[in-house]
């Protein structure tokens, strides 16, 4: 807040703070245990708890943050309370919705003799059917869609939520990425020297809960951990739901 010049220092400004710290917090521990596959420690261990808790985090409180800054509530009381609600609705029917398309594309794909290709092409229709229901009922798509693939790892244990996270999550990846790139423009260079700044005050911050936090673990391994602040599917998406809103 106090390393940007903002045009006006208000509540709003300290909300859009509030949400940058939010994706700078979102981690991903997918690279890091990917090369440390065979050899699995303290260090990843903690990373990959940090990154199952900071996705949830990061997705649900950024988009009611987001939520906040366009309402157009006359107090910051009435624009919380609405929002919150508006949310929470939000999530109900995403829920309700995604529970039921995951169902019943279980029980397809139980009943009926399908190889793993046609499976996959299945369940990425119906994640994308998923996507346009939420939108139709005023809920929310990405909402649904994420829901979708929690409920269809719960009703299909391994062997069809594997072929949901290495088809449906990475082909969505590649069109999300390639979807941000597009609507971002490149900052000047004093924003770069903010940004690289703030980034640094971050790193700063981390390695000294490293060092106050984590007892058993060595130097290097706090440094690893440190270091290790890849940012995820989530922080993409809040991205670019922000920069198309």
């Known amino acids: 807040f106090l390393l940007f010049d903002f045009p006006g220092r208000d509540f709003d400004t300290l909300v859009l703070c509030m949400l940058l710290s939010v994706l700078i917090y979102g981690t991903d521990d997918t690279v890091a245990t990917e090369f440390l596959r065979e ?4 260090a990843t261990e903690i990373l990959e708890v940090e990154g199952i808790v900071s996705s949830p985090l990061v997705a649900l409180f950024s988009f009611f943050l987001i939520d906040y800054v366009h309402s157009h509530s006359s107090t910051f009381s009435a624009a919380v309370l609405g929002e919150a609600g508006v949310f929470v609705g939000k999530i109900a029917a ?12 279980h029980a397809i794909v ?22 346009i229901v939420g939108e139709i009922i005023k809920s929310d798509g990405s909402f649904a869609v994420a829901f979708f693939g929690l409920w269809l790892r719960g009703f299909a244990k391994e ?11 990475h082909t969505i990846y590649i069109v999300l990425f390639i979807a941000l790139g597009m609507q971002l423009a490149l900052p000047d260079a004093n924003l ?3 940004g690289f700044s703030l980034f640094l005050f971050y790193l700063l911050i981390r390695f000294a809960s490293t060092l106050l936090f984590l007892k058993g673990t060595t130097v290097k391994e706090k440094a690893f951990i440190t270091l290790n602040a890849s940012k995820g599917i989530e922080v993409a998406v809040v991205l670019f739901i922000f920069t198309v809103s």
């Not at 995403?94 to 594309?105: D, G």
């Not at 139980?110 to 996507?131: Q, R, W």
């Open 110 to 131: 139980k009943f009926f003799d399908m190889s793993s290709e046609l499976k996959a092409l299945f369940i990425i229709t119906t994640g994308i059917a998923a996507y």
């Open 159 to 169: 062997r069809v939520s594997n072929v949901y996270n290495t088809v449906l999550a």
């Open 94 to 105: 995403a829920l309700i919705v995604s529970a039921i398309l995951a169902y019943v594309a």
């Open 192 to 194: 770069w020297l903010r």
């Open 39 to 42: 050899k699995k420690g303290k």
